[in-house]
C-alpha cells in the first residue's frame, strides 16, 4: 500500500505570496490532518479534515486554510506569507473510523522557506 | 483535557548502554497511547502504540514501552542504543472519542560513540 506523498517537498517563496501543499493520503484512509513543525514550537496541530469536512482546528490565523475533496486528498493555503512561516508541512491520514484508535500516518512532510 | 509531558528535551547516552525516554499524560478517559520516531529530514515514524491489553508494548527496532496506569506514565525503553537510533522521539495520546492526538514536545535522542 502506497504511503502518504506530499508535493511539493521543497519551496522557497517570498513574503506576501501565498502557497498551496497538496497531501495524498494513504488509500481508504478518509482523515487528513496538518501540522506546523519548527525548531522553536515544536509539532503544531494545524486542522483536521475528514469527508470533506474540517472536523478539529489548531490555533492558527485565518491565513492558513485548507479543503479536502471527494477522494481524500487534501491541500493547505496560506496567504500573504511571513517570515515566521517557515517550516516543515506535515501531512498524516488515518482512518478514523469509530472506536478504531486513531492512529497516524505521516508523510515525508514539505520544507517550506520564506525570503 | 488531555496533556502530554515528555521529561527532557534532549537526551544523551553512549552506544550500548540502556535507552529511557519518558512520557506522562494526563486523561480522563482510558487512553490510546503512541511513540513516533522522526529522523532528520524525514516525516513521523510509528513505532508502538498501546490500545487495550497487554500494559508491555514492543514496537520496531527493539523498542518498547509499558503503560502504567497507577503512573500515568508510557515510558519508552531500549536495552542496547545504536547509532543509527539518534532522533527526535514523540510521545502523543488520544482515546475513543477523540479523533486527535495530542502530541508532547518531543526528545532529541543522541547517541555518544
Known amino acids: 500500500k502506497a504511503g502518504v506523498t506530499q508535493t511539493p517537498r521543497y519551496l522557497i517563496k517570498t513574503r506576501g505570496q501565498q502557497v498551496t501543499l497538496s497531501c495524498s493520503p494513504i488509500?481508504?484512509?478518509?482523515?487528513v490532518s496538518w501540522y506546523q513543525q519548527t525548531p522553536g514550537q515544536g509539532l503544531q496541530f494545524l486542522f483536521e479534515?475528514?469527508?470533506?469536512?474540517?472536523?478539529n482546528k489548531g490555533n492558527f490565523p485565518g491565513r492558513f486554510s485548507g479543503r479536502q475533496f471527494s477522494n481524500s486528498r487534501s491541500e493547505m493555503n496560506v496567504s500573504t506569507l511571513e517570515l515566521g512561516d517557515s517550516a516543515l508541512y506535515l501531512c498524516?491520514?488515518?482512518?478514523?473510523?469509530?472506536?478504531?484508535?486513531?492512529?497516524?500516518?505521516f508523510g515525508p512532510g514539505t520544507r517550506l522557506t520564506v525570503t | 483535557a488531555q496533556s502530554v509531558t515528555q521529561l527532557g528535551s534532549h537526551v544523551s547516552v553512549s552506544e550500548g548502554a540502556l535507552v529511557l525516554l519518558r512520557c506522562n499524560y494526563s486523561?480522563?478517559?482510558?487512553?490510546?497511547l503512541f511513540w513516533y520516531v522522526q529522523y532528520p529530514n524525514q516525516g513521523l515514524q510509528l513505532l508502538l502504540k498501546?490500545?487495550?491489553?497487554a500494559t508491555l508494548v514492543k514496537g520496531i527496532n527493539g523498542f518498547e514501552a509499558e503503560f502504567k496506569k497507577s503512573e500515568t506514565s508510557f515510558h519508552l525503553t531500549k536495552p542496547s542504543a545504536h547509532m543509527s537510533d539518534a532522533a527526535e522521539y514523540f510521545c502523543?495520546?488520544?482515546?475513543?472519542?477523540?479523533?486527535?492526538?495530542?502530541w508532547g514536545a518531543g526528545t532529541k535522542l543522541i547517541i555518544k560513540p
Open positions: 488509500s481508504g484512509h478518509r482523515s
Open positions: 486523561s480522563s478517559v482510558p487512553p490510546y
Open positions: 498524516a491520514s488515518s482512518f478514523a473510523d469509530r472506536g478504531v484508535p486513531y492512529e497516524q500516518y
Open positions: 498501546y490500545t487495550t491489553g
Open positions: 502523543a495520546v488520544s482515546d475513543q472519542w477523540n479523533y486527535q492526538l495530542i
Open positions: 479534515y475528514f469527508s470533506e469536512t474540517q472536523r
